[in-house]
């Protein structure tokens, strides 16, 4: 569950990318201009109307590789798969030494749990642009849904080392130290993530989560249970007492002969 939140928090992330990209720069200005208003369509969240404009703009300049891979976007967004994957194609038909192209339709493949398929495109990004923090981060999640936390480990930390302002990698990469059971170095990275985007609420969950890991057990005071006394052994009689409880006796029964002599003697 965490990992397709995870997921669609990438689409919504991919947007971010229609929100500040324009077309003035476009084959023609009405292309240009529909380009811009699909935009805006679609950081209004108004999908298929922005697919329609960025369709228009297609017509009117279908070489334009921007074109295809913004609609692209919209289509994920609007979990128009197929569509998605053929934009994106174009797209990098159109421009092969592009590595967004990749990145983007390696992106829709993850939304689909095609997890290895997503690695090549991934694995063509960083080779096209190995100085894109953004092409080792979506490998290195690509890698964690394939349970090989130690290459999305790496990944992470280069696209961190390459741009350290992204809460979303820190982030990843303690989810890779926890599936590793390495909560102490989970916990700076989840407080890098919280610093850059303070109050995010899953985020402040999951370091919760890996405080606890690392707090010490608690040790809970026990009554201490009284010894019980053994149950002394009954005392042994010694020689000599048996010896005195075996003359006692022997007088005792003289002493009732001769009572009982007397008394017959005597007539009663």
């Known amino acids: 569950?965490?990992?397709?939140?995870?997921?669609?928090?990438?689409?919504?992330?991919?947007?971010?990318?229609?929100?500040?990209?324009?077309?003035?720069?476009?084959?023609?200005?009405?292309?240009a201009a529909h380009g811009n208003k699909g935009k805006d369509l679609a950081a209004a969240g108004k999908f298929d109307e922005a697919i329609a404009e960025y369709t228009k703009a297609l017509e009117i300049s279908p070489k334009d590789e921007r074109l295809y891979r913004d609609r692209g976007l919209v289509y994920r967004a609007n979990n128009k798969f197929p569509e998605a994957i053929a934009d994106f194609a174009k797209a990098i038909e159109l421009a092969p030494k592009s590595e967004l192209g990749y990145v983007e339709r390696g992106q829709v493949l993850m939304v689909q749990n095609q997890f290895d398929a997503a690695l090549v495109d991934y694995n063509k990004a960083v080779e096209?642009?190995?100085?894109?923090?953004?092409?080792?981060?979506?490998?290195?999640?690509?890698?964690?849904?394939?349970?090989?936390?130690?290459?999305?480990?790496?990944?992470?930390s280069t696209s961190i080392e390459k741009k350290a302002d992204n809460p979303v990698t820190f982030s990843r990469r303690a989810d890779a130290y926890v599936a590793l059971n390495q909560f102490a170095q989970a916990k700076p990275d989840l407080e890098m993530a919280l610093k850059l985007k303070p109050g995010d609420f899953?985020?402040?969950?999951?370091?919760?989560?890996?405080?606890?890991?690392?707090?010490?057990?608690?040790?809970v005071a026990s009554t201490p249970v009284p010894t019980p006394k053994p149950t002394p052994e009954p005392e042994m009689l010694t020689m000599q007492m048996k010896i005195g409880?075996?003359?006692?006796?022997?007088?005792?029964?003289?002493?009732?002969?001769?009572?009982?002599?007397?008394?017959?003697?005597?007539?009663?």
């Open 128 to 156: 096209l642009n190995p100085n894109n923090p953004v092409c080792y981060d979506r490998r290195g999640f690509a890698f964690y849904n394939l349970r090989k936390y130690d290459d999305a480990l790496r990944d992470y």
């Open 1 to 31: 569950m965490k990992n397709a939140k995870n997921l669609f928090a990438n689409l919504a992330a991919g947007l971010l990318i229609l929100g500040t990209a324009t077309f003035t720069n476009a084959a023609s200005p009405d292309a």
């Open 202 to 219: 899953d985020t402040t969950q999951r370091l919760q989560f890996v405080q606890a890991k690392l707090a010490p057990p608690r040790t």
């Open 245 to 268: 409880i075996g003359v006692g006796a022997l007088v005792l029964i003289i002493i009732l002969v001769i009572v009982f002599s007397r008394k017959k003697s005597r007539g009663y």
